[in-house]
């Protein structure tokens, strides 16, 4: 077939770099995202005569609108549509990592878990799980240590496989709770109706979860339909009240405690820590 791309994705200090420079080697090319001054790193990657397109997408922790790496790493997924986004994860602080993978496979596109500093967790006591890692997840986890290249082979054959797979994207559902369910149900069916973000091959669920979580960048999108805007909000801030009079919280914060809630249980059946070492008081 023709050239993979494949966009790194991950929390700063995860390695992407460390990854890219591996994969591509001198085959790197510098530029700018277009229209702003953020650094867009691209190379290429060859295995068994196939060819990557590697891009190095900026260092973050979410894949919300608060800040331009967020919004340039997202854009870049949903608009270039890369044939498989790796998340570079620090194996050795996989709980926090997760959140950014699990919000990719949120967003539905075809995912690779790229689990780096596998040294530094086995020199922590981490026993990881990978292949049930892989299996909770339902995307494949290559263990790596981008510094030496220790699983570069696995992590493009394993790239490699999700590209041959074509498949569509398909976004992981993640339950937020009752209340904010029904909220997204009301708000999806709404989306759906006025065909909004289909240009863009987003899904209205996941529209629907930003506008929850007062996404910006969604905001705008939803704004350009007339109306649209009025009558999701009608529905935010129903169950916005709700939340407020019962729970105490907002609607944001009952849906990052939903999400890692989601991560923690994966996290806990993958991943054994080691035992505290106590020191004897006799
Ligand atoms: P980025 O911010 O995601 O681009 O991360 P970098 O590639 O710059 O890596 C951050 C730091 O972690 C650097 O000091 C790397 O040398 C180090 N590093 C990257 N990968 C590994 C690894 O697999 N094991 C260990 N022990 N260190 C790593
Ligand atoms: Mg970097």
Redesign the pocket.
Known sequence: GGKIVVALA?N???????LFNALTGARQHVGNYPGITVEKKSGQAQREGQLFEIVDLP?TYSLSAYSLEEVVARNFIIQDRPDVVVA?VDASNLERNLYLAVQIMELGAPLVVAL??M??AESRGLKIDAQRLTDLLGAPVAP????TGKGLDGLLRAVAQVAAQGAPWRPLEISYGPDVDEAIVRMSACIAAHGAGAGQGLSPRWLAVKLLERDAEVQKLVGQTPGLAQRLEAIREGVARHIQATLDDDVEGVIADYRYGFIGSIYRQCVTEPRVQRLEMS
């Open positions: 991950g700063p200090n995860a390695g992407k770099t460390s260092g570079v780096n500093m040294d530094l790596l240590v981008a510094r």
